[in-house]
Protein backbone atom coordinates (compact mmCIF):
# COMPACT_ATOMS: atom_id res chain seq x y z
CA UNK A 1 0.00 0.00 0.00
CA UNK A 2 1.14 3.68 -0.52
CA UNK A 3 1.70 5.84 1.60
CA UNK A 4 0.83 9.36 0.72
CA UNK A 5 3.27 13.07 1.72
CA UNK A 6 1.74 15.75 2.87
CA UNK A 7 2.99 19.45 2.31
CA UNK A 8 2.55 22.96 2.07
CA UNK A 9 1.80 23.55 5.68
CA UNK A 10 3.25 26.84 7.44
CA UNK A 11 2.51 29.93 9.56
CA UNK A 12 -0.28 32.17 8.63
CA UNK A 13 -2.01 35.03 10.30
CA UNK A 14 -5.88 34.46 10.90
CA UNK A 15 -8.44 35.05 8.11
CA UNK A 16 -5.62 33.93 5.35
CA UNK A 17 -5.58 31.06 2.95
CA UNK A 18 -3.31 27.64 2.82
CA UNK A 19 -3.71 24.97 0.33
CA UNK A 20 -2.39 21.89 1.52
CA UNK A 21 -1.01 18.73 -1.19
CA UNK A 22 -1.29 15.14 -0.26
CA UNK A 23 0.90 12.98 -2.98
CA UNK A 24 1.43 9.70 -4.04
CA UNK A 25 3.48 7.94 -5.85
CA UNK A 26 1.42 5.89 -7.75
CA UNK A 27 -1.95 6.67 -9.24
CA UNK A 28 -4.11 5.56 -6.32
CA UNK A 29 -6.47 8.75 -6.01
CA UNK A 30 -8.60 7.41 -9.20
CA UNK A 31 -9.40 4.32 -7.12
CA UNK A 32 -9.51 4.83 -3.27
CA UNK A 33 -11.41 7.07 -1.69
CA UNK A 34 -8.70 10.52 0.73
CA UNK A 35 -9.61 11.86 3.62
CA UNK A 36 -7.63 15.01 5.49
CA UNK A 37 -7.60 14.89 9.18
CA UNK A 38 -6.50 17.04 12.09
CA UNK A 39 -5.06 17.18 15.47
CA UNK A 40 -4.40 20.38 17.52
CA UNK A 41 -2.18 19.92 20.72
CA UNK A 42 -4.04 18.11 23.52
CA UNK A 43 -6.87 17.00 21.19
CA UNK A 44 -8.53 14.16 19.65
CA UNK A 45 -8.05 14.14 15.87
CA UNK A 46 -10.74 14.99 14.16
CA UNK A 47 -12.22 14.55 10.64
CA UNK A 48 -11.84 17.24 8.21
CA UNK A 49 -12.73 16.50 4.56
CA UNK A 50 -12.96 13.23 2.11
CA UNK A 51 -12.79 12.86 -1.57
CA UNK A 52 -14.39 9.61 -3.31
CA UNK A 53 -12.39 8.22 -6.34
CA UNK A 54 -15.03 9.61 -8.28
CA UNK A 55 -14.90 12.68 -6.84
CA UNK A 56 -17.53 12.70 -4.45
CA UNK A 57 -16.81 15.57 -1.42
CA UNK A 58 -18.08 15.84 1.95
CA UNK A 59 -17.42 17.72 4.79
CA UNK A 60 -18.29 18.11 8.61
CA UNK A 61 -21.06 21.04 9.00
CA UNK A 62 -18.62 23.34 10.90
CA UNK A 63 -16.50 23.45 7.95
CA UNK A 64 -19.09 23.23 5.07
CA UNK A 65 -18.02 26.37 2.80
CA UNK A 66 -14.39 27.26 4.43
CA UNK A 67 -12.76 23.87 3.45
CA UNK A 68 -12.50 22.90 0.26
CA UNK A 69 -10.72 18.94 -0.87
CA UNK A 70 -10.14 18.30 -4.55
CA UNK A 71 -8.12 16.03 -6.92
CA UNK A 72 -5.76 16.11 -9.59
CA UNK A 73 -5.68 12.01 -10.63
CA UNK A 74 -2.94 12.68 -13.54
CA UNK A 75 -0.54 14.67 -10.82
CA UNK A 76 -1.71 11.75 -8.14
CA UNK A 77 -2.36 14.90 -5.52
CA UNK A 78 -5.43 15.68 -3.12
CA UNK A 79 -5.66 19.07 -1.85
CA UNK A 80 -7.41 20.69 1.17
CA UNK A 81 -7.56 24.56 0.07
CA UNK A 82 -7.83 26.17 3.58
CA UNK A 83 -9.81 29.92 3.65
CA UNK A 84 -10.36 32.60 6.44
CA UNK A 85 -8.48 30.45 8.83
CA UNK A 86 -8.40 31.30 12.27
CA UNK A 87 -6.48 30.59 15.19
CA UNK A 88 -8.39 27.25 16.30
CA UNK A 89 -7.84 25.56 12.96
CA UNK A 90 -3.94 25.22 14.12
CA UNK A 91 -3.17 21.83 14.17
CA UNK A 92 -1.22 18.91 12.33
CA UNK A 93 -2.70 17.91 9.15
CA UNK A 94 -2.76 14.14 8.29
CA UNK A 95 -4.03 12.94 4.43
CA UNK A 96 -5.43 9.28 4.78
CA UNK A 97 -6.08 6.47 2.26
CA UNK A 98 -8.83 4.47 2.86
CA UNK A 99 -7.56 1.01 0.85
CA UNK A 100 -10.06 -0.96 2.76
CA UNK A 101 -13.12 1.04 1.90
CA UNK A 102 -13.85 3.41 5.12
CA UNK A 103 -11.16 4.68 7.89
CA UNK A 104 -11.26 2.61 10.60
CA UNK A 105 -7.61 1.35 9.65
CA UNK A 106 -6.51 3.69 6.83
CA UNK A 107 -2.95 4.49 5.41
CA UNK A 108 -1.91 7.66 7.42
CA UNK A 109 0.87 10.13 5.55
CA UNK A 110 3.45 12.00 8.16
CA UNK A 111 1.32 15.20 8.83
CA UNK A 112 2.31 19.09 7.94
CA UNK A 113 1.70 21.20 10.64
CA UNK A 114 -0.34 24.40 10.37
CA UNK A 115 -0.18 27.36 12.65
CA UNK A 116 -2.76 30.46 12.29
CA UNK A 117 -1.68 33.09 14.98
CA UNK A 118 -1.28 36.74 14.97
Known amino acids: QVQPVESGGGLVQPGESLRLSCVAS????????VGWFRQAPGMQREWVAL???????SYPESLRGRFFISKDDAKNTVYLQMNHLKPEDTAVYYC????????????WGQGTQVTVSS
Open 96 to 107: AVAYSGDFRAPT
Open 26 to 33: ENIFSRYT
Open 51 to 57: ISASGYE
